[in-house]
């Protein structure tokens, strides 16, 4: 077994390696860049070496400086976690050439699955069934056309060495095709050296179903069930679950055996995924298509790992090493379901855009929780709820950046629980108690998700978020009760903060009894977006338009977790800001403002001015921090509505800025390649 390993990655995978290495007594080394240098993960290795700038291109993608920080340290073996160089053939030949172990597969493997390309063909020879389309390389955006008209349309436009969500397209059109070729190739190149794309005929209704595979170096190659996946944003995985409630034990098999074969065709050991199309519209779930093969470890591993009770990334290390697999196919089992949820720095109420910028405040849904590995009889990473566990993976810190130069993702929220629905109650609880504060993010939408009748049914498909989802996402669906329980706590925050600021100024006496002192009014009237309540505060519980809501709530102002309930047994995590003069109360994957007056002064509300936001309909600004990497227009052109007029690189993915409106350019005030703030002003429209 080795003694030392080094982490050719960053975040939260970083964090994760370095977990299960010190489990087996091996000693870590990180490599960070000058983004990277407070991050957790270099203070968990037992050794860092600086590699270079914040630019991946310039640090973590640079094989000589991850080979030289191993000779520097003495580091045996190299993990790659996933992303950056864990699918590079070039870097696993280089390691090998200074006899260092790569944590992963046979670089012939790496080759002929990394490269979507040659994967098909290679699947295409082994029988195994793939989606139609165009395998080889397309020279230019008009060959590109030629070939989507001849698959017939709709089609996906990926590039060859992509994953993640990025250098993927989805074309309806040749014009499509014609707007989103090059961006692909650029996203490509960009993100993975290399810019081919292949085109393939778009599978309706689909859902996205991946096969865990494991093998060692002397031919056993299991596989560990499947996750589905189909909760996909841009292409992007949102949310990932084990096992499918799709699948059948019927086709879980067929799969299973088939990528089996697959990876034993190309001499496949150490973790992969194969990753499979299923069409939903087929009832006899038999209907499924090999898309891609990840040889590396996913991100949403840990799904597999709750309900197999397997480290995959322990048996990565001991396959790297030359042990034999400690079990047989036999021994896989399914014990219980496990949901992963991806925390990502996004706005969803603004169109899911990019957010950059520091962590003011980050708490994870463990603080104050039972810690306790063991849960259902079973050892299980995270902490016990109940007869379900909660983990969480994440390489970020309180007063951290979350850079633009890396992926969005915050964490991952891991829930397992004997049942399904168990599991979606976890995540539920468990989102009302995270705290991020400072930038943008994505835990009231995923919120949402868990509570949607359509996910609880299991009746999911890749196009779930644009078909639920369709005019965007504006807060999870409420009821009665949690409203009333929710204006109750509004009206609860505004008297403790009046008789606060009472007492601060002495115009409350305490509790020595004087007379005639002015006391904070009871009785409250609470706008809660566009609905009112008359509330009534009494000792411990409220009147809330005549309905008595009881229950608990820690009545603090500022930005404080709250716990409250509901009175029907029903408990909820709060987050209470005041903002302004209003009350803003985040919980179950809404976010409520409410205005609370006192009722005596209510009669006065027609008499407050309404500020009106100022027209910006002629400006094109910049909804998050990135780069122009294309304007479409010129000044003095006339634009129609929905026409492309920039292109904007946030986050390693390319976003096209659209007119709202019919107009003419009047000024362009950025030029391509500029690094551009929000909210600047990138043209403007007569």
Known sequence: MFSKILIANRGEIACRVITTARKMGIKTVAVYS??????????????????????????????????AACKQTGAEAVHPGYGFLSERTSFAEALAKENIAFIGPPVNAIAAMGDKIESKKLAMQAGVNVVPGFVGEIDDTEHAVRISNEIGYPVMMKASAGGGGKGMRLAYSEADVREGFESVKREGLNSFGDDRVFIEKFILNPRHIEIQILGDQHGNILYLNERECSIQRRHQKVVEE???????????KAMGEQCVALSR????????????IVSGADPTGESFYFLEMNTRLQVEHPVT??????????????????EKLAMTQDDIGIDGWAIENRVYAEDPYRGFLPSTGRLVQYSPPLAGWQEDETVGGKARRGVARGTGSVRVDDGVYEGGEVSRFYDPMIAKLITWAPTRDEAADLQIEALDNFRIKGLG????????????????????????????????FHGAATSDELNRLLAAVCAGNEFTLQSRARRISGQLDGDDGRPGVQRVASEWLVKLGDQRFDVI??????????????????????????????????SFGLIVERIGNHWKVTT?????????LPLRLARHESLMLEKVPPDLSRLLICPM?????????????????????ATVEAMKMENILRAEKEGVIAKINAAEGESLAVDAVILELE
């Open 588 to 596: 179950r994957g809404a976010a409520h403002t409410a205005l609370v």
């Open 537 to 570: 505060l009494g000792d411990g519980h409220a009147m809330v338009d005549g309905v008595r809501v009881e229950g608990t709530c820690d009545w603090m102002p500022g930005m404080v977790q709250a716990t409250a309930t509901d009175g029907l047994g029903n």
């Open 265 to 276: 065709a190309v001499g496949y050991y150490s973790a992969g995924t194969v990753e499979l």
């Open 625 to 645: 921090p990135g780069m122009l990497v294309k304007l479409h227009v010129a000044e003095g052109e006339t634009v129609q509505l929905g026409q492309p007029l």
């Open 305 to 322: 790992e709750a309900i197999t009770g397997i480290d995959l990334v322990e048996q990565m290390i001991r396959v790297a090493a030359g």
């Open 34 to 67: 000058d983004a990277d240098a407070r991050a957790p993960f270099v203070a968990m290795a037992d050794e860092a070496v600086h590699i270079g700038p914040s630019p991946a291109a310039e640090s973590y993608l640079i094989a000589d400086k991850i080979i």
């Open 242 to 252: 084990a096992p499918s409630p799709f699948v059948t034990p019927k086709m879980r």
């Open 441 to 472: 993010h994505n835990v009231d939408f995923l919120s949402a998700i868990m509570q949607h009748p359509r996910f609880r049914s299991g009746e999911l498909t890749t196009g779930f978020i644009a078909e639920e989802y369709p005019d965007g």
